[in-house]
T-cell receptor, first 115, second 117 residues
Framework: KQEVTQIPAALSVPEGENLVLNCSFT??????LQWFRQDPGKGLTSLLL?????REQTSGRLNASLDKSSGRSTLYIAASQPGDSATYLC??????????????FGKGTHLIIQP | EAGVAQSPRYKIIEKRQSVAFWCNPI?????LYWYQQILGQGPKLLIQ????????DSQLPKDRFSAERLKGVDSTLKIQPAKLEDSAVYLC???????????????FGEGSRLTVL
């Protein structure tokens, strides 16, 4: 059974710093990995999706990497801003051979950017 | 492009009562998912539909939860009778058919927050 772990559980940094959020998963047979952002009381917003054959994806100040063999992904946020404050969730899509099976999520990293 | 729509946004009921949640996915998305997110946890998949057929409902508590997607578009999730531990946010998500898109990217609605007293 796939398990996803995110470290740290919470992080508070001053505005302007670069930061890294970590995600690890136990079964490397994945179809893709997605990073989501969740604001309080809101649904999930997809940030980046990395296919199993890819090593990284970039969108603006965000960069996500994937090392499937070691079961790890990182989300790098450059020049953090107070608006980046949210919970960041990592999720993997297991591949059973019949298509995507739905996502397995970590518990998230609660990020606070101090003005 | 309209996103995934869910209603109601909030619902408070007493234990043993019933509740239903509705989801309208993004137009053209063949796959629809219902997730349960308990406070402080990541979402957990309850059921996955491909068009109007169930792909995976292995984590759905079938003694009290049911879901349907009769015409392959809208879906409803029902809980009857509700228990205290069902208090959570119920998230609906949709994605394009993997054959068409080959990415599997999921798009989520804002969720329905259930409080069971």
């Amino acid at each position: 059974k796939q398990e996803v772990t995110q470290i740290p559980a919470a992080l508070s940094v001053p505005e302007g710093e670069n930061l890294v959020l970590n995600c690890s998963f136990t079964d490397s047979a994945i179809y893709n990995l997605q990073w989501f952002r969740q604001d309080p009381g809101k649904g999930l917003t997809s940030l980046l999706l990395i296919q199993s054959s890819q090593r990284e994806q970039t969108s603006g100040r965000l960069n996500a990497s994937l090392d499937k063999s070691s079961g790890r992904s990182t989300l790098y946020i450059a020049a953090s801003q107070p608006g980046d404050s949210a919970t960041y969730l990592c999720a993997v899509d297991d591949y059973s051979g019949g298509g995507a099976d739905g996502l397995t999520f970590g518990k998230g990293t609660h990020l606070i950017i101090q003005p | 492009e309209a996103g995934v729509a869910q209603s109601p946004r909030y619902k408070i009921i007493e234990k043993r009562q019933s509740v239903a949640f509705w989801c309208n996915p993004i137009s053209g998305h063949a796959t629809l998912y219902w997730y349960q997110q308990i406070l402080g946890q990541g979402p957990k998949l309850l059921i996955q539909f491909q068009n109007n057929g169930v792909v995976d409902d292995s984590q759905l508590p079938k003694d009290r939860f049911s879901a349907e997607r009769l015409k392959g578009v809208d879906s409803t999730l029902k809980i009857q009778p509700a228990k205290l531990e069902d208090s959570a946010v119920y998230l609906c998500a949709s994605s394009l058919d993997l054959v068409l898109t080959n990415t599997g990217e999921l798009f989520f609605g804002e969720g329905s927050r259930l409080t069971v007293l």
